[in-house]
């Protein structure tokens, strides 16, 4: 999980930061936290493609006004958490016209992190990866991903309607899919498969597209059940 803190006030940047983690420490969650001090450098990065699972966004940072910054982010296609932070509740109710998620107030402590955290991330689950197609990012759902495989020096997306070429290591793609890991097999050095398009299981896994992928001959056994596991198919 990505999560970004815009705050042009260090001291407090800090703060936020330091009790984010520790309130996902305590949960034995991974996280990692990208600290901004101007809405320009985070609205940037957004659209070069970083992924965030939450935005903590106070109200004012610098020149900026935080919902400003933030209608800007929805705009580019964010849609994932947004929590607001400021000394005054005067915004709260203009917040939510940005889709906001949660509003905290200052000064930062631990239970009101925690407050604000378990409530909007009860129901929340990311459900796309984002990745650089030629000159721009889309966003392709979880679901739709049938399997990736790594072919001479690249990766290639299979999905549901088309192909997609990646220009990363197939074990970075495995680590932005931690939070997904769930459905996501890693059956051979060279692929991924998500096992809900698996039609049935042999030597080798069949897909509901037809295609057909290799098994770790070595752990065969091992990757067989953790699929039967998963998906109580019993298909063998």
């Given amino acids: 999980m990505t999560i970004a803190i815009c705050d042009d006030s260090v001291i407090d940047c800090l703060l936020s930061k330091f009790l984010i983690s520790e309130y996902f420490k305590k949960r034995k969650m991974t996280c990692s936290i990208i600290t901004y001090e101007t809405g320009t450098k985070l609205l940037s990065d957004f659209e ?120 990363m290591k197939l074990d970075d793609i495995e680590q932005q899919m931690l939070d997904e890991k769930s459905r996501f097999l890693r059956c051979h050095r060279s692929y991924i498969i998500n096992m809900d398009h698996v039609t049935a299981v042999d030597e080798q896994f069949r897909l509901d597209n037809g295609d057909s992928v290799l098994i770790r001959s070595r752990s065969r056994a091992q990757i067989k059940k953790t699929y039967l596991c998963y998906s109580g198919k019993g298909k063998v």
């Fill in 48 to 167: 070069n493609g970083t992924v965030f699972d939450i935005v903590f966004m106070d109200i004012y940072v610098g020149d900026e006004l935080g919902i400003d910054v933030a209608g800007k982010l929805r705009n580019e296609g964010y849609d994932n958490l947004l929590i607001f932070s400021t000394i005054t509740p005067e915004y709260a109710i203009a917040s939510y016209s940005v889709k906001a998620n949660g509003y905290i107030l200052k000064p930062f402590s631990g239970e009101r992190i925690e407050s604000v955290l378990d409530r909007v991330l009860e129901h929340y689950v990311r459900d796309y990866i984002r990745i650089k197609v030629r000159n721009s990012y889309v966003n392709i759902m979880y679901s739709d991903i049938i399997y990736i495989e790594s072919r001479n020096n690249r990766c290639i997306l299979h999905t549901t309607d088309e192909e997609y070429p990646l220009y």
